[in-house]
């Protein structure tokens, strides 16, 4: 698993990418042990093997797992992971304000 690598709180696809994976998603399933995966890891390592092109922008994304997520700093389009609905109610608050 490579760095940087697609995270659940923002991924967006291509219209060819998708082709991509439609195309070749057979092969996704039985070549990979992907059963323990969250759906970011598999389309990222799916894609990355059908050969399909990425582009990773950490800026846009808060996350509290590499870099720490600023609910409040007004640029950010994605946070994560707040997984209880608690947390992210937090975030969600100090984001609109």
């Not at 598999?42 to 950490?58: Q, R, T, V």
């Amino acid at each position: 698993i490579g760095w940087p690598m697609m995270f659940g709180s923002l991924e967006a696809y291509t219209k060819q990418a998708m082709e991509t994976y439609y195309a070749g998603a057979d092969k996704c399933k039985t070549d990979l042990q992907w059963q323990a995966w969250g759906e970011d890891l598999y389309m990222g390592i799916c894609l990355n093997m059908l050969g399909a092109g990425s582009e990773f922008d950490g800026n846009i994304i808060g996350d509290n797992v590499c870099k720490g997520a600023n609910c409040a700093d007004g640029v950010t389009a994605s946070y994560h992971p707040f997984k209880s609905a608690e947390s992210w109610f937090q975030c969600h608050d100090q984001a609109v304000r």
